[in-house]
């Protein structure tokens, strides 16, 4: 559990995620036609958050663009900010996502911080400016479970949550709102390495309620606490006109949402998940506007997985013969062979050649052949210029793909001028980047001290003491060396996006010094 897979078989979401529910139930299934073919499985990355998403849009609710921030207007009561992970430091004193959280709750929307990471939370209903009112911190430190019932599988950094009751309260609410219901009877909801809420807590606007804590055995790193506070939320006053007031989660773990933690095996991860968007989007589902920020980034799509999780059609017998049900009913069978043995009628006397194109040979028919073999050739030069035509727009207008990775190679070492740039453009047109990026991250290790002519296996590393995930650091090295010296593979121009944050962050690691290469001198 504390080193994350590096893929996961989407198939697998069609039974163990939506479902029944997946797609609309078929109602009569043609037969007699051949089987059509099932989508290939989707390679789904552990530690993203594209399943997550992927129920999101099962439930009508559409991602809000980078470009629409611009015109806040156009976001009211309808809006879901979810924050997932880091939330960035853009150099202001409110980082740009919790700065949209503030906004959501503001008009009545909804909000959601999971993070692991040291951030500081600000209440909405205060005078002081937001970076001046620090309302809850998660400390970013991890913790750790002493009691193995406490834990998944045996696994110390992965401690159950455990929910609070509001019986638990000193001043217990009178009316709980729809927050309570989130972590209500889930026992079995999984962490990855989470960090806790520091107290003590100011307990109000929307920081009303503890919702969960760690377990009585968890031990956060140089203290000791009993029951860390894991989860606090609250509900807004609903509106004078029905509709519902704002909705707040702050969980202090991010991996509870990843692709890994959803499909674990004896886990409430995926109830949660479904839990967490039920009330994110209130009473009759009537928020369908998501904001979705992950490690401070606007992630644009919502539908990644829709190949994955469509529901698959049943297979049908070759030798079936298409129902036409309620339309025909019992005389079916009677009209198929009425309609065969007219076809058969036709094709005997030759009806479509006697009637289209005149008697074999007579005039008629020499002159119809003619008139045919004109047509093909017109509708042959016609395609023909058509096809050149396209091809002449797609060579001016290439595709709107990402432009490949800029490395040190600079020009060719043989051939006229522009032959390198040429065969750049011609991957990109492709979409497929492997060279420039493998040319990328060789270049990289060779800077960082790797050995000279090294091979498809990762060499020796150190990892210093400062870093609070060794093990995902280690898998992430493993997964870029791998692209740079391993058998050559695909790499579309979405999966350089979804890449390129991950090698700027080994590179900014390496040059803070966490990690080396460990040669002979060493």
């Not at 009561?77 to 919790?98: E, K, N, R, Y």
């Not at 203290?223 to 519902?244: M, S």
């Not at 007031?245 to 991860?269: C, K, P, R, W």
């Amino acid at each position: 559990m504390k080193r994350l897979t590096r893929g996961l078989a989407a198939v697998a979401l069609l039974a163990a995620v939506l479902g029944p529910g997946a797609a609309p139930t078929a109602r009569a299934q043609l037969r007699g036609f051949p089987e059509p073919p099932q989508p290939p499985p989707v390679p789904v990355p552990g530690g993203g958050t594209e399943l997550f998403r992927a129920l999101l849009a099962r439930e009508g609710i559409q991602p809000v663009r980078a470009g629409e921030l611009n015109n806040a207007r156009t976001l009211n009561t309808d809006l879901i900010v979810i924050v997932i992970g880091s939330p960035g430091v853009d150099f202001q004193p409110l980082p740009q996502p919790l700065a949209w959280v503030r906004f959501a709750l503001q008009v009545d929307g909804a909000a959601l911080v999971a993070s692991d990471s040291r951030v500081a939370l600000h209440a909405t209903s205060t005078n002081a400016p937001a970076w001046d009112n620090v309302t809850a911190q998660f400390s970013g430190g991890a913790v750790t479970a002493d009691n193995q019932n406490d834990v998944h599988h045996n696994q110390a950094e992965c401690p159950y949550v455990v929910p609070v009751s509001p019986d638990e309260l000193k001043n217990r609410p009178l009316d709980p709102g729809r927050v309570w219901g989130v972590f209500r009877g889930l026992t079995r909801l999984a962490t990855n390495q989470p960090t806790f809420i520091e107290e003590p807590l100011k307990y109000r606007a929307e920081f009303q309620y503890p919702l969960a804590r760690l377990p009585r055995s968890t031990t956060p790193k140089g203290q000791r606490l009993r029951a860390p506070l894991f989860a606090v939320g609250g509900d807004g006053e609903d509106q004078i006109g029905g509709a519902p007031g704002y909705a707040f989660l702050a969980l202090a773990d991010s991996s509870v949402f990843i692709n890994q933690m959803l499909l674990e095996e004896g886990t409430d991860n995926l109830k949660f998940a479904l839990r967490t968007i039920e009330y994110l989007q209130g009473p009759g589902q009537s928020r369908k506007r998501c904001l979705f920020f992950e490690n401070g980034r606007v992630i644009e799509k919502f539908d990644t997985l829709n190949a994955a999780v469509a529901k698959p059609r049943p297979k049908l017998p070759p030798e079936a013969m298409p129902n036409l049900g309620p339309l025909f009913g019992k005389n079916q069978e009677a009209i198929v062979k009425g309609v065969d043995k007219f076809a058969d009628q036709l094709q005997t006397h030759d009806w479509l050649h006697q009637t289209k194109v005149g008697p074999s040979g007579s005039d008629q028919e020499r002159a119809s052949v003619a008139r045919w073999i004109e047509a093909a050739v017109v509708l042959g030069a016609v395609a023909i210029t058509l096809l050149l035509l396209r091809r002449s727009l797609l060579a001016r207008h290439p595709l709107d793909v990402p432009p490949a990775p800029v490395t040190g190679a600079g020009a060719a070492a043989t051939g006229p001028p522009g032959v390198f740039d040429r065969r750049q453009r011609e991957l990109v047109r492709r979409n497929n980047l492997y060279e420039p990026v493998r040319n990328l991250m060789r270049e990289f290790f060779a800077a960082a001290g790797a050995p000279p002519h090294p091979g498809p296996r990762l060499p020796p590393l150190e990892i210093s003491d400062a870093v609070r995930k060794p093990g995902s650091l280690s898998q992430a090295l493993r997964d870029m060396w791998r692209i740079a010296y391993g058998p050559p593979s695909h790499i579309s121009a979405q999966r350089w996006f979804e890449l390129e944050p991950y090698f700027d962050r080994l590179r900014q690691a390496h040059a803070d010094g966490k990690w080396r290469f460990l040669t002979d001198e060493t």
